[in-house]
T-cell receptor, first 110, second 119 residues
Framework: SQQGEEDPQALSIQEGENATMNCSYK?????LQWYRQNSGRGLVHLILIRSNEREKHSGRLRVTLDTSKKSSSLLITASRAADTASYFC??????????FGKGTHLIIQP | GAVVSQHPSWVICKSGTSVKIECRSL??????MFWYRQFPKQSLMLMATSNEGSKATYEQGVEKDKFLINHASLTLSTLTVTSAHPEDSSFYIC???????????????FGDGTRLSIL
């Protein structure tokens, strides 16, 4: 079953701008992960944020987590054409598989 | 880094055919692998959890006899779509996690997926 919603479902911005995607989830979590999927390919892990963390950075990526609101955001700064992809948040893992959000399709216009 | 290989990447076959998809962890042992299904422009849905040396655990609504899973070694899980029909056409993706992970605080490593088209 889907864990929650992501918004926006689609986002188109100019190269160099920042892209922000949001994710909401329903159950309590140990961590939340973000993945990227290029068209017709598998998923690439981007970043994992633990439930006791509020913010995490990795290169041009910044993830926030608000467990009180059961929400997370992914910010990609200084976007590039190569960032065009679908982005999914996911919860779970461990002994269980991941439960994914519906995803945001990001298009970076050159 | 951990690499998961999935084969084949694309299959086109006639209705009624059984199709086997392989998922291999190339440089690590995976006691658990997962199989997901993704319809066009939708998210991934977990189908089943494949455990080495034991029976797979299927998600609600997934037919065990339709989607046969075998995890005979620590590096290989297979998904067989039996008597495939056009409605089984989808993108199937496997993932694996390293060894024993507590609390799931490690990423899963995904194969590149198999696009299955049933005519």
């Amino acid at each position: 079953s889907q864990q929650g919603e992501e918004d926006p479902q689609a986002l188109s911005i100019q190269e160099g701008e920042n892209a922000t995607m949001n994710c909401s989830y329903k159950t309590s979590i140990n961590n939340l992960q973000w993945y990227r999927q290029n068209s017709g390919r598998g998923l690439v892990h981007l970043i994992l944020i633990r439930s006791n963390e509020r913010e995490k950075h990795s290169g041009r990526l910044r993830v926030t987590l608000d467990t009180s609101k059961k929400s997370s955001s992914l910010l990609i700064t200084a976007s590039r054409a190569a960032d065009t992809a679908s982005y999914f948040c996911a919860t779970g893992g461990g002994a269980d598989g991941l439960t994914f959000g519906k995803g945001t399709h990001l298009i970076i216009q050159p | 880094g951990a690499v998961v290989s999935q084969h084949p990447s694309w299959v086109i076959c006639k209705s009624g055919t059984s199709v086997k998809i392989e998922c291999r962890s190339l440089d690590f042992q995976a006691t658990t692998m997962f199989w997901y299904r993704q319809f066009p422009k939708q998210s991934l849905m977990l189908m089943a959890t494949s455990n080495e040396g034991s029976k797979a655990t299927y998600e609600q609504g997934v037919e065990k006899d339709k989607f046969l899973i075998n995890h005979a070694s620590l590096t290989l899980s297979t998904l067989t779509v039996t008597s495939a029909h056009p409605e089984d056409s989808s993108f199937y993706i496997c993932s694996a996690r390293l060894g024993i992970q507590r609390l799931g605080n490690q990423p899963q490593h995904f194969g590149d997926g198999t696009r299955l088209s049933i005519l």
